[in-house]
C-alpha cells in the first residue's frame, strides 16, 4: 500500500495564497511572516508594509483584532470572534469581517505563533439585506394584489356616479366644479391602484439584447434637459468591453430613469452624480439549468444627504417615501423589476455623503442559453 504524497512547503504556500479568507501569521514575538494575497485586498495593506513589522503597530486601531492575537500568543488557544468586527483598512473602508486566531505549534518547538484566518462578511451582509428586501417584495405582492381589487370595484362606481351626476347639472352649475373634482381625484387613485397591481402582475420579463451603456446614455440624456436649471453634472466610467446582457427593454429602462431621476432630486444645484458599469468580481448568480453566471453592476451615486439606516429599512416598502408629493411605489416597482430579471437592488449610504444605488444583473439568463444551445445542436 503507497504511502500519500507529502506537499512540499512552495505546495503549501501556493494553497494558503489561492485562499479567499485572508490569512495572517505572526511569530511569538508578533511580528508579521506571512500575510496572502487575500489579506492584502481586504487590508489594503502591502508586503513592504506588513512583512517582518509588527502586528500590533500595523492593527493598532483594531483593539479586538489585537485582544485575540494577544490572547492566543500568551495562551496558546484558538479563539474566534463572536461578534462581527468592523476592519478599517488603508483605503478609509470599512468591512465587516469574522477572525479566528489559531496557536503555531511544531513537535520539536513549544508553540512559534498564531495565525489569523479573517473571512469578509460584508458582501454577505449586504446580500442578505437585498434577498430580504426581495422576499418582503413577495409578501407585499400578494397584499397589493387583493387590496388593488378590492378598492377599484368601489372606486368605479363612484366615478361613474360622478359622471352621470355631471351630465345632469347644467354647465354653469357651480357643482360642476365639485363632480370634476371626483372625477379626478377618482383617476388619480386607480393610477395609484395600476401601479400596485404592477407589483403583482406575473408578467415575465421579453428578454432581447440589451446594450447597457447605450440605455443609460439615452435615459442620461433625458434626464440632463430635466435637471439643466440646477447644473448637477454626470460622470461617466463605463466600461466599454460589457457585452449586450438579456434584458427588458421597457422594464429596464423605467428602472434606470427612476433610479437616475431619484439621484438628481436628491442632489443639490452643482451637484455630481457618478454612473458606473463593470462585471462584478465579487460573486456570481447561480441560475436553474446553467453554470453560475458573472453579474453586471451598475452603480448610480449621488451627492444628497444620504439615507439612514432605518430608512433603508423601509425603502422598498408600499407607500413610504421621503419625498413631498410622492406615493412611495417607485422603488417597490424597481425591486421587483431587479427580481424579475434575477438580480439584485442595494442602496448603500456612503460615509462621506450620498447614497449609492448598485444593480446587478446576470450576464446569461437560462432561456437565452437554452436557446443558443438547441443552435449548436
Given amino acids: 500500500m503507497s504511502h500519500p504524497r507529502q506537499l512540499s512547503h512552495h505546495e503549501y504556500a501556493m494553497i494558503l495564497e489561492n485562499i479567499d479568507d485572508a490569512v495572517i501569521a505572526i511569530d511569538q514575538q508578533g511580528l508579521i511572516i506571512f500575510f496572502n494575497p487575500a489579506a492584502h485586498h481586504l487590508t489594503g495593506l502591502s508586503d513592504k508594509q506588513t512583512l517582518d513589522k509588527s502586528f500590533f503597530d500595523c492593527f493598532l486601531q483594531q483593539k479586538t483584532l489585537c485582544s485575540l492575537a494577544r490572547t492566543t500568543l500568551e495562551k496558546g488557544r484558538s479563539i474566534s470572534s463572536h461578534e462581527t468586527i468592523t476592519l478599517k483598512t488603508s483605503t478609509r473602508k470599512q468591512r465587516q469581517v469574522s477572525v479566528t486566531v489559531s496557536p ?7 508553540q512559534h505563533g498564531a495565525v489569523l484566518v479573517l473571512h469578509d462578511l460584508t458582501r454577505v451582509h449586504s446580500l442578505e439585506g437585498a434577498v430580504r428586501h426581495a422576499d418582503q417584495l413577495t409578501m407585499i405582492k400578494t397584499m397589493a394584489a387583493g387590496l388593488a ?22 354647465t354653469n352649475n357651480e357643482l360642476q366644479e365639485y363632480t370634476q373634482l371626483i372625477v379626478r381625484e377618482t383617476e388619480r387613485i386607480n393610477r395609484i391602484i395600476e401601479e400596485l397591481l404592477d407589483l403583482s402582475r406575473p408578467r415575465k420579463a421579453q428578454l432581447e439584447p440589451i446594450n447597457i451603456g ?7 440624456t433625458l434626464q440632463k434637459t430635466t435637471a439643466v436649471d440646477r447644473d448637477i453634472h454626470f460622470k461617466w466610467q463605463l466600461d466599454p468591453s460589457i457585452p449586450d446582457i438579456p434584458g427588458d427593454h421597457d422594464l429596464l429602462t423605467r428602472l434606470f430613469l427612476n433610479l437616475i431621476k431619484n439621484a438628481c432630486e436628491a442632489t443639490a444645484p452643482k451637484g455630481e452624480i457618478t454612473i458606473t458599469s463593470c462585471i462584478d468580481s465579487d460573486y456570481q448568480r447561480s441560475l436553474p ?4 453566471t458573472p453579474m453586471v453592476q451598475i452603480t448610480i451615486s449621488d451627492q444628497g444627504s444620504g439615507i439612514s439606516s432605518a430608512e433603508l429599512e423601509k425603502i422598498f416598502t408600499p407607500f413610504y417615501t421621503t419625498k413631498p408629493g410622492g406615493n412611495g411605489l417607485g422603488l417597490s416597482i424597481c425591486q421587483k423589476i431587479v427580481t424579475d430579471h434575477e438580480g439584485l437592488l442595494q442602496f448603500i449610504d456612503q460615509p462621506d455623503g450620498g447614497t449609492q444605488v448598485k444593480v446587478s444583473l446576470p450576464l446569461f439568463h437560462k432561456r437565452t442559453t437554452d436557446k443558443t444551445d438547441k443552435g449548436n445542436e
Fill in 104 to 110: 503555531i505549534f511544531s513537535t520539536s518547538y513549544p
Fill in 149 to 170: 381589487h378590492e378598492i377599484k370595484n368601489p372606486l368605479g362606481g363612484i366615478k361613474g356616479s360622478a359622471q352621470l351626476l355631471q351630465m345632469e347639472l347644467a
Fill in 214 to 220: 447605450r440605455m443609460l446614455n439615452e435615459i442620461v
Fill in 289 to 292: 439549468g446553467i453554470r453560475p
